[in-house]
């Protein structure tokens, strides 16, 4: 076992004495020192690596190949993967090959490009429905030199639509024309990043030098033309993030030393693997920034470890975040690249690990938090650093971050702008066929239509009739939630109008009974579903709950001791549905229980109290509204009884009622029962008569009529400030301004 201890540049040298020395029955373990050359010379050293293949399929199993059949494709068809060359006899270290690459920013003097600059090829890989924030990032990037590459989620109907009509006519943006799902961690986001590189590389017409992928809930922290000037002067570099720790801790955090297969948008886990020898592997961020020879070197490289890399990367969770640095680690690249991801990422690892995504994929992966306005220092101290982006944004957690940024970076917005503080975000919009709307959140549009047409008819003595519902909109006011906004199309006296109304929810406090010893931390409790353990909001905005929903409690503490509470659940009949021990951790907490009740909930009023020591200390109120809807058509009678009934049996396994000695209720069982029983208009009454107990009319519109609206003085709702049809110019897109090459 020879060990050579190398230093210095001189690699043909090296290589000439490492041949002279080769037999293939001896050992080669080979140390760099730190700062010199990174990994690549050795597997041109010439020698003949010995091949190591191995075949796995879905269901996990695993054959070792002969080297004679080891091409780079395994025998037969279904999904069979052959990876790993292994060099037999070479070990190396792994340690200290990284180049040292410190880049320095470049001061932009003028709102000018630098001569030669380079030209950016952007691929924004979108998801979700925050089309208005998203078309700010796209005016916060803009320049008509670079290039705009647009992937959006195949799931994302709406987003993909409004984007191609206004963003498809500028002749610097083109949206991908194959679309991914690509679920959170999956293969299929390497495939399709592959994919969009490739593409960008056959596009004769758009001359670019770098490609740099960012998300919907990016943001610049620095101008264009800061970051134009500085990918100029390193126009030759690659900007990969490592994870700074040591690899093998890595390798097992990331889950790189297990298949994955991505089926059915899940990421299933098959069993563990080997990594391939002799190469290191690499990993970070998979927020990059690629020169135009490396990414086509990544696509079009013909070589056996590429080969063998993509084959692996295809069955790996997180692929992004390791593929392009482990190639370019073992690649004629290797001192291209700059350790450095050009982002500030918010991690708040308390938070934002909590196995969040274990619906999607089969591991616990983290994710970074929103930037908020507290955070506003942080951002600005990037000035000094090679940082142009940060994440995570979302405008509708905090958007009041994104305006002050925005300002710092171009400019104050003119005095008095409208909507700078407001912001929309889509909910539902009837031109989307796919896209799953929960029944109860159907149930309240309908409602709060039918609400809304019975005031306009009091009112006014007229007729209106609501029949489609076309959009709903989230809309928050300086970062608070202020109401849902439902436009829907109506025949009013024999014509049809499109109406848009405001509503608003009614607050229901917490009624708080004791304030002695731990219950004076209680801050809040809220019920809801879809919580997000990282932000710790509900993400089912508008707290529209039915029968199927799937409800948690948020417990919201001040600064104490640890402590334990009992949280008990009480249904529209007095029923106890559950009664389970939570704990309080100690500090400022929030805490996320959730019952998993058995379905159909009862609907009606519920309560969820709490109780130390079987003493009553808090209680917050809740409503389950009955359905009207199912799959976005009327609910049947049958449909109707089954959903309103309650539960088989109990809540949960067994029966909580001999906790009614110690626990207030009252027997409504009979009254449910016959609220149970109603269907059609009586049905719409009960629901209707609940939402209203949960929101009111704050104003409502008529989109655009030609001739005076015959059922009351409504004012225009692009004349309005609250209206998705009032204006927004943080987020309109205009056109491209001649003298800076950016969007007005
Ligand atoms: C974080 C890190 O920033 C990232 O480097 C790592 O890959 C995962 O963890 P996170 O905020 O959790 O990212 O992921 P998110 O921004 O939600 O998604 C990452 C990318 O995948 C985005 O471009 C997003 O648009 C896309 N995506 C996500 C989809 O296209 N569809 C989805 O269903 C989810």
Not at 190 to 198: A, D, G, S, V, Y
Not at 606 to 628: C, G, N, Y
Not at 633 to 662: C, M, N, W
Request: aromatic residues 12%; proline residues 4%; hydrophobic residues 35%.
């Amino acid at each position: 076992a020879f060990i050579l201890t190398l230093n210095g540049r001189s690699l043909r040298q090296t290589k000439r004495l490492f041949k002279a020395l080769f037999h293939v029955n001896h050992y080669y373990y080979i140390h760099v020192d730190s700062v010199s050359i990174c990994n690549y010379g050795f597997k041109y050293a010439g020698v003949q690596y010995g091949k190591e293949c191995w075949c796995g399929n879905e269901y996990g199993k695993y054959g070792q190949l002969h080297e004679a059949s080891c091409s780079s494709k395994c025998p037969g068809e279904s999904g069979a993967l052959c990876g790993g060359y292994k060099a037999q006899n070479i070990y190396h270290t792994g340690l200290g090959e990284k180049p040292n690459n410190a880049v320095h920013l470049v001061s932009s003097l003028s709102e000018e490009f630098p001569k030669n600059a380079v030209r950016i090829a952007f691929i924004l890989t979108l998801n979700g429905r925050s089309l208005r924030q998203t078309k700010r990032l796209f005016k916060a990037l803009f320049h008509v030199n670079h290039y705009y590459y647009i992937h959006v989620d195949s799931r994302q109907e709406y987003l993909y639509r409004e984007l191609v009509n206004q963003l498809a006519r500028f002749p610097n943006v083109r949206f991908a024309p194959v679309r991914m799902s690509t679920i959170w961690g999956g293969a299929s986001l390497l495939q399709m990043l592959l994919t969009c590189i490739k593409d960008l590389l056959a596009m004769k017409d758009w001359n670019w030098h770098f490609v740099l992928n960012l998300s919907e809930s990016d943001y610049p922290v620095k101008t264009i033309w800061d970051l134009t000037n500085f990918l100029t002067m390193y126009r030759h570099k690659n900007f990969l993030k490592s994870h700074g720790r040591d690899t093998p801790r890595f390798i097992k955090k990331q889950g790189l030393d297990r298949t994955f297969y991505e089926c059915d948008t899940h990421m299933w886990r098959l069993g563990t693997r080997s990594l391939p020898d002799g190469i290191r592997i690499d990993g970070g961020s998979d927020w990059i920034a690629l020169s135009r020879p490396f990414a086509s070197y990544v696509v079009h490289g013909d070589d056996a470890l590429l080969d063998g890399l993509k084959t692996m990367y295809r069955y790996t969770l997180l692929p992004a975040e390791s593929f392009f640095h482990t190639v370019i680690q073992n690649s004629k690249f290797c001192t291209t690249f700059v350790d450095n991801n050009l982002h500030l990422t918010n991690w708040r690892r308390k938070q934002g690990c909590k196995c969040q995504y274990k619906h999607i994929v089969d591991w616990c992966g983290c994710s970074p938090n929103d930037f908020k306005q507290e955070d506003l220092s942080r951002l600005l101290g990037t000035a000094e650093k090679v940082t142009f982006f940060a994440r995570k944004f979302e405008a509708i957690v905090d958007q009041t971050v994104i305006n002050k940024l925005d300002a710092v970076l171009y400019g104050d917005y003119p005095k008095g702008m409208p909507g700078l503080d407001l912001y929309w975000q889509h909910d539902f919009h009837h031109e989307d066929i796919n896209t799953k709307t929960d029944d109860a959140y159907f149930t309240f549009y309908h409602s709060f239509s039918r609400q809304t047409a019975d005031r306009l008819e009091t009112l006014n003595r007229c007729s209106i009739t609501p029949d489609e519902i076309r959009e709903v909109t989230l809309f928050s006011e300086s970062d608070t939630m202020s109401g849902i906004l439902v436009l829907f199309s109506a025949v009013v006296e024999g014509r049809r109008y499109q109406i848009e109304t405001y509503m608003k929810p009614k607050h229901k406090p917490t009624k708080i009974h004791s304030v002695i010893g731990p219950a004076g931390r209680l801050v809040s409790l809220q019920v809801g579903t879809n919580f997000d353990p990282k932000e710790l909001v509900f993400r089912n905005f508008g707290n529209f709950l039915g029968p199927y929903s799937d409800i948690s409690l948020r417990h919201e503490w001040g600064q104490g001791k640890e402590f334990d509470v009992t949280v008990v659940w009480v249904d529209p009949a007095g029923v106890i549905a559950g009664s389970f021990e939570e704990t309080v951790n100690q500090g400022v907490y929030v805490g996320a229980h959730k019952p998993q009740f058995q379905n159909p909930l009862r609907p009606g009023r519920w309560t969820v109290r709490l109780l130390t020591d079987w003493h009553l200390m808090a209680e917050q109120e809740f409503f389950i509204l009955p359905l009207s809807h199912i799959n976005k058509r009327k609910i049947t009678k049958d449909e109707a009884l089954a959903a309103h009934k309650g539960p088989e049996g109990f809540y949960k396994e067994k029966d909580f009622s001999d906790l009614q000695s110690v626990i207030l209720v009252t027997d409504k069982k009979a009254e449910c029962e016959k609220n149970g029983q109603k269907f059609g208009k009586d049905l719409f009454d009960w629901i209707d008569t609940l939402s209203a107990q949960l929101w009111w009319i704050e104003e409502t519109c008529v989109v655009e009529s030609s001739t005076s609206f015959p059922c009351g003085d409504l004012r225009i709702c692009a004349d309005t400030d609250w209206s998705s049809r009032a204006p927004d110019p943080k987020s309109e897109i205009g056109s491209v301004d001649p003298r800076t090459g950016r969007i007005e």
